[in-house]
């Protein structure tokens, strides 16, 4: 999962005519570590995403635009339109984050 470092490297990763996904964590957040632990399997299973991630604490005006109030969130993009949002509360499995990826096909 390739690491967002700007805003304009932001941008231009949402513009993509390909659905995108981002998820938003911070290093100091241990429900992040827990999905790092089985986040890797999704990724390889759903290819059709092109996966990226951003610390929300370096980035906090793009979290906020994007209602991102608790982390790991993920964010489906395309177009430069959030099309879809799994939120930190329902983010804490691989059952949940697989299921809110099968919603949103």
Known sequence: MEEIKSKEQFEEV???NEPVI????????????????FIGDIVEANQQYTWYQINRDNFPEIAEK???????????FQNGEKN??????????????????????
Do not use: T
């Open 14 to 16: 949402i513009s993509s």
């Open 22 to 37: 981002v998820k938003f964590e911070a290093g100091w957040c241990p429900d992040c570590k827990r999905m790092d632990m």
């Open 66 to 76: 994007y209602s991102v109030m608790g982390i790991p969130s993920l964010l489906i």
């Open 84 to 105: 879809a949002h799994l939120h930190s509360a329902n983010a804490k499995s691989p059952e949940q984050v697989n299921e809110f990826l099968e919603s949103v096909k």
